[in-house]
Nanobody, 112 residues
Framework: QVQLVESGGGLVQPGGSLRLSCAAS????????IGWFRQAPGKEREGVSC????????YYVDSVKGRFTISRDNAKNTVYLQMNRLKPEDTAVYYCTTGRAWGQGTQVTVSS
């Protein structure tokens, strides 16, 4: 069964950090570029970051550049999103995707 499972979300104060994980089962992540998307209440889903499967190149939406870092550990079949200096506007459900398969999402709430 092809499955992506996100974890690592939670409640954090502004300025704090979280590391999200996207674990794959039923297939090998090595062959796929992986993207992180987020959706805040009342807003459209937004692409946040992605990482290539070929050369490890990365992309970040302007609003997270310099704060978020995407990485992959093919040995663990997992992609990570390190989020630093979090802001209230980062509050959303975060999803990882291969472009076809999607995880169920993990909630990130940034609030004091």
């Amino acid at each position: 069964q092809v499955q992506l499972v996100e974890s690592g979300g939670g409640l954090v104060q502004p300025g704090g950090s979280l590391r999200l994980s996207c674990a794959a089962s039923g297939f090998t992540l090595d062959y796929f570029a992986i993207g992180w998307f987020r959706q805040a209440p009342g807003k459209e889903r937004e692409g946040v970051s992605c990482i290539s499967n070929s050369d490890g190149s990365t992309y970040y939406v302007d609003s997270v550049k310099g704060r978020f870092t995407i990485s992959r550990d093919n040995a663990k079949n997992t992609v990570y999103l390190q989020m630093n200096r979090l802001k209230p506007e980062d509050t959303a459900v975060y999803y990882c995707t291969t472009g076809r398969a999607w995880g169920q999402g993990t909630q990130v709430t940034v609030s004091s």
